[in-house]
């Protein structure tokens, strides 16, 4: 079973910056949108920034102008850089990608997740 497999979080100081990492461990027959989410403490999943295939991006407003979602097609690779990092953003990331699969008898539309990393901003 194909996962996501996230990588980048950590611990940084308010105002510093951090670059997630995300791709899939196996193939993937074709990837639409990929994306970003977090969850802290307490509350719901959100929603951080999205890019679809052709590079449209869209972003939470908590984080527009300090974070960049980029995507490396050939790589099937999204990227999270986070800069002006603020103790509010502390949360667990989570990589989604919105994707079709190829099961040798039929193409699904299927949502594929990572397990998360966790990205923590204290002094």
């Known amino acids: 079973q194909v996962q996501l497999v996230e990588s980048g979080g950590g611990l940084v100081q308010p105002g510093g910056s951090l670059r997630l990492s995300c791709a899939p461990s196996?193939?993937?027959?074709?990837?639409?949108?990929m994306g970003w989410y977090r969850q802290a403490p307490g509350k719901q999943r959100e929603l951080v920034a999205i890019?679809?295939?052709?590079?449209?991006?869209n972003y939470a407003d908590a984080v527009k102008g300090r974070f960049t979602i980029s995507r490396d097609n050939a790589k099937n690779t999204v990227y999270l850089q986070m800069n002006s990092l603020k103790p509010e953003d502390t949360a667990v990331y989570y990589c989604?990608?919105?994707?079709?699969?190829?099961?040798?008898?039929?193409?699904?539309?299927?949502?594929?997740w990572g397990q998360g990393t966790q990205v923590t901003v204290s002094s």
């Open positions: 196996g193939s993937i027959f074709r990837i639409n949108a």
């Open positions: 890019i679809t295939s052709d590079g449209s991006r």
């Open positions: 989604n990608a919105d994707a079709i699969r190829d099961t040798g008898s039929g193409r699904y539309q299927t949502d594929y």
